[in-house]
């Protein structure tokens, strides 16, 4: 039973940084995607970043590219998500996912099997 567990939120002030972390256990995810989403108070599930497993390529959201990084630890199963310069707008709760999405679907939640529990962001002086 593939199991994720998010680590990393907190409060952060405006223009600082956080970095999420996502453990992967009970599978083998050579051939998986990690995506990471975020949902605000009010507003749909969005889609933040992946990364396909094997061969680390990414995909970022527009509100993520130039801020955000994401990231894999192959050795410790576990994926990355580093968040720079934070503003209030990215206050959410983020959640990791896993599957062996395709990539036509990384951007979907739907295209992913396994999700975390969630961590909350909040960007507030």
């Known amino acids: 039973q593939v199991q994720l567990a998010e680590s990393g939120g907190g409060l952060v002030q405006p223009g600082g940084s956080l970095r999420l972390s996502c453990a992967a256990s009970?599978?083998?995810?050579?051939?998986?995607?990690m995506g990471w989403f975020r949902q605000a108070p009010g507003k749909e599930r969005e889609f933040v970043a992946a990364?396909?497993?094997?061969?680390?390529?990414?995909k970022y959201a527009d509100s993520a590219k130039g801020r955000f990084i994401v990231s894999i630890n192959n050795a410790k199963n576990t994926g990355y998500l580093q968040m720079n310069g934070l503003t209030p707008e990215d206050t959410a709760l983020y959640y990791c996912?896993?599957?062996?999405?395709?990539?036509?679907?990384?951007?979907?939640?739907?295209?992913?099997?396994?999700w975390g529990q969630g961590t909350q962001v909040t960007v507030s002086s």
């Open positions: 996912a896993a599957g062996r999405t395709i990539w036509g679907m990384i951007e979907r939640a739907d295209g992913y099997s396994y």
């Open positions: 009970g599978g083998s995810f050579g051939s998986y995607a």
């Open positions: 990364l396909r497993w094997s061969n680390s390529v990414t």
